[in-house]
């Protein structure tokens, strides 16, 4: 079982991306899926967690800003991220979560990708 993060780059402030999650070796559709994101000497924080049913839940700082979505058929996870600020910066990663709905909580997913770098310059 695998996921794979992608999309990541460098971008100026106000721009966009959009990171992708491919999930190989079993399906993840009956998965509640997450990102997260750990900048340089911090804590791996939430992002935004999707349901398997397509609930979404958001942290505060993106709210607005980022869009999770999943395309079940393609076993692949989305987050496009709109209006990236300088503090966006950080490694995101993506993660399936034991249970079928969105959660926030580090402790409740059970397989992790192995990161994107997001930069965004001022």
């Known amino acids: 079982v695998q996921l794979q993060a992608s999309g990541g780059g460098l971008v100026q402030a106000g721009g966009s991306l959009r990171l992708s999650c491919a999930a190989s070796?079993?399906?993840?559709?009956?998965?509640?899926m997450g990102w997260f994101r750990q900048a340089p000497g911090k804590e791996r924080e939430f992002v935004a967690s999707?349901?398997?049913?397509?609930?979404?839940i958001y942290a505060d700082s993106v709210k607005g800003r980022f869009t999770i979505s999943r395309d079940v058929y393609k076993n692949t996870m989305y987050l496009q991220m709109n209006t990236l600020k300088p503090e966006d910066t950080a490694v995101y990663y993506c993660?399936?979560?034991?249970?079928?709905?969105?959660?926030?909580?580090?402790?409740?997913?059970?397989?992790w990708g192995q990161g994107t770098q997001v930069t965004v310059s001022s």
């Open positions: 070796g079993r399906t993840f559709s009956n998965n509640g």
């Open positions: 993660a399936a979560a034991r249970s079928s709905s969105a959660t926030s909580q580090v402790s409740n997913y059970r397989s």
């Open positions: 999707i349901s398997w049913k397509s609930d979404t």
